[in-house]
């Protein structure tokens, strides 16, 4: 039975006697400095804080980050196209990312992302195709239509005003493209 003078039932309504349950855990006078081995640690740690960590390169190969769940660019097509899925001992210290379970046991993964790469051969003959192929065909066909249409003009008796960047159409291709 608990007396009436028991000091855990007194109430101090002061503020400044308050003290927090944290306070009465650890000792007031610990040390709460950051050692320079705990900043050591935290540097160590900014890969796990990212949502999704740079990549260290794999010397002939680009490396990239790849979703499961998009479905209109599925892993699938990826393979297919040549992207392999990174293991967690191609890339040392990513053992904290490696997948423990399911399809993609072993693979590097941080939620629905995967760690992909593909050779670098491959990844620049694709990137000249999508960044500067595709687009000098596109350039082709906007001054083949230019073009058509002067002519069509003429014929009928007409000019056509051609504003600034036409001209450029009709010059030769630009050098092949670098891509890092």
């Given at each position: 039975?608990?007396?009436?003078?028991?000091?855990?039932?007194k109430?101090?309504?002061g503020?400044?006697?308050?003290r927090?349950?944290?306070?009465?855990?650890?000792a007031?006078t610990?040390d709460?400095?950051?050692?320079?081995?705990?900043?050591l640690?935290?540097?160590?740690?900014q890969?796990?804080?990212?949502?999704?960590?740079?990549?260290?390169e794999i010397?002939?190969?680009?490396?990239?980050?790849?979703?499961?769940?998009?479905?209109?660019?599925?892993?699938?097509?990826?393979?297919?196209?040549?992207?392999?899925?990174?293991?967690?001992?191609?890339?040392p210290?990513?053992?904290?990312?490696?997948?423990?379970t399911?399809?993609?046991?072993g693979?590097?993964?941080?939620?629905?992302?995967?760690?992909?790469?593909?050779p670098?051969?491959?990844?620049?003959?694709?990137?000249?195709e999508?960044?500067?192929?595709?687009?000098n065909?596109?350039?082709?066909?906007l001054a083949?239509?230019a073009?058509?249409?002067?002519?069509?003009l003429?014929?009928a008796g007409?000019t056509?005003?051609?504003?600034?960047?036409?001209?450029?159409?009709?010059q030769?291709?630009?050098?092949?493209?670098?891509?890092d």
């Open positions: 039975m608990i007396e009436a003078n028991d000091d855990r039932l109430k101090d309504l503020v400044a006697s308050r927090s349950r944290a306070m009465d855990d650890r007031v610990e709460r400095e950051m050692t320079d081995d705990d900043r640690e935290m540097f160590r740690m890969q796990f804080n990212d949502a999704l960590p740079d990549l260290p010397p002939g190969f680009h490396m990239c980050w790849l979703s499961t769940t998009n479905g209109s660019d599925p892993i699938a097509k990826r393979m297919r196209l040549g992207y392999t899925p990174v293991l967690s001992e191609d890339i210290g990513f053992d904290y990312a490696s997948q423990k399911g399809e993609w046991a693979c590097v993964g941080i939620n629905e992302m995967l760690a992909f790469k593909l670098l051969s491959l990844y620049e003959r694709y990137m000249q999508a960044h500067h192929n595709a687009p065909r596109e350039e082709g066909k083949d239509t073009d058509f249409l002067r002519n069509q003429r014929s007409s056509i005003f051609e504003g600034d960047g036409m001209q450029e159409l009709h030769a291709n630009p050098a092949r493209g670098q891509f």
